[in-house]
Structure formats: C-alpha cells, structure tokens
C-alpha cells in the first residue's frame, strides 16, 4: 500500500467571475492547467509588463512559453478578483530574491504561486490569504534527481532519517520534504537561499506542523496529496490553522 504523506483536499469548481470571498480565517489555493485559448493568450499578452514580457519571449516558443503566459494570467485575474478590481489594474513589486506582491499596501493580500508538469501539461498551484505571508510548492512524484546527494547536503540529521527508508533515500518521502523547504522558503522570500540544514521540517509522517525559524519567528505547515503522482506543500505565518478552500476550475473565465 502506498504510503499517504499529505492530505486529500476537496476541489470545487467556480463560475467566474464569482471568485468566493477570501476570509481572514482561509487559504485559497487553485490549481489549474497552463493553458489558453487563443482569446486569452491575446488578452495576457496585454497584461504583461515590461519585465515580464522580456521573461516570456526569453522562453523557447511552444509549451514553455504558454505556461508561462497562462500563469500571469491566472496569476493577475486571481489577484484582481481578490481585490476588486481589474486584471490590468493589478500592480506588482518584486523583493530583491524575486518574491512578487502587491504594490498597493492598502491590500492586506498574500499570494504565491508554483507549477509542475503533470499528465503531459503544465499545472500552476496558486496560494491567497490575508494578513500572513505565504509560499506553496508542489513536485511530481516522477521527478528524478540524486536525491541521497540532495538530503545530505540540505536535510537535517531528523529529515535524512525520515527519507531513509532500508539504507536508501526513499523519493517520494524525500519530494514531500522537499515541498515544505521550498514553501517555507517562498513564504520568508528567501527562495533556496536559506541555511536548509538547520531548519527541521520533519516532524514524522505529520501532515501539519507548527514551528518557529531562527528568528522566532511562527510558521505553520501543511502537506497536501494531489492525486497519486503530485505531493505539495503550503506554509504561512502564524501557528493558527487556516480553513483549506481548494479549487480547480474557473468556468468563463
């Protein structure tokens, strides 16, 4: 039997433009395919900035270039649902290791997003709430890489016993620590650029984890499944829990 390391979440469908109200006590998170249909690949186009243009035509034509395109306009249409208003009114700063938010300050709107390739098409992975910072990640289960290499460079002792498994490194319990390292590190805004290997996000085969980083700072984790093939993780500021809403479809849009 396959060994569940996240939980399963229930998706809902949305009719746009009827985006449900974000509430101070939820995580919205969307998962949806990178794609678009030649009106929308026209309408994103438009909504591009400088910036972001340069990095789209940097893209090899064809699906790298879609799934980059279909992510800023899911991307920029979510943000402007959230915040009522337009998706070409949506103004974004970028910190110095890249974390994008919003440039207006009034809005108290956190987001972050990931994408990974599943069942031959990009997917993009999308986390909103409120008044906390936020950072999401999601890996497929067929990815391959040295992974033994990986954990004794970046794990910490408890997170290399937990992905050792009969003397090897165990994939998918190596992919589901993974997802929490780089969400926790999506949420601080210091992407990969933290010291990985002090800070223990192991916590067994838990699927929530309360805990504080070197700063004292308060964090809370929690592992997802998608499907059998995809494992993901969102971390936000504060121990408080925050109800899960997931989505996967946007209707009209």
């Not at 599943?118 to 997917?123: C, D, I, N, V």
């Not at 992919?175 to 780089?182: D, G, N, Q």
């Not at 964090?219 to 408080?240: E, K, N």
């Amino acid at each position: 039997m396959t060994e569940l390391l996240g939980t399963n979440l229930t998706w809902q469908s949305i009719v746009h433009p009827s985006v449900p109200n974000l509430e101070a006590d939820e995580l919205h998170l969307w998962w949806l395919p990178l794609s678009l249909s030649e009106q929308q690949q026209g309408d994103a186009l438009t909504l591009l900035s400088d910036i972001q243009r340069d990095r789209y035509l940097r893209r090899r034509a064809g699906d790298a270039q879609e799934a980059y395109l279909a992510g800023r306009y899911y991307l920029l249409n979510l943000l402007a649902a959230y915040t009522t208003t337009t998706p070409n009114a949506v103004q974004l700063s970028y910190s110095s290791m890249n974390k994008p938010s919003l440039s207006h300050k009034e809005h108290d709107l956190h987001f972050n997003f990931t994408d990974t390739q599943h069942q031959s098409q990009r997917h993009g992975l999308f986390a909103f709430c409120r008044r906390r910072e936020v950072g999401v990640d999601i890996e497929s289960y067929a990815r391959k890489n040295n992974f033994a290499a990986i954990a004794a460079d970046r794990f910490t002792n408890a997170e290399q016993q937990f992905v050792t498994r009969n003397g090897d490194v165990d994939a998918r319990r190596f992919l589901a620590i993974w997802t929490r390292k780089e969400a926790f590190g999506k949420a601080t805004g210091k992407g990969i650029n933290f010291k990985m290997n002090e800070q223990d996000l192991s916590n067994g085969d838990a699927q929530a984890l309360n805990f504080f980083d070197p700063q004292n700072r308060a964090w809370r984790l929690q592992q997802f499944a998608l499907g059998d093939d995809l494992i993901s993780a969102v971390v936000h500021a504060g121990h408080t829990p925050l109800r899960i809403r997931a989505f996967n479809q946007i209707r009209d849009l």
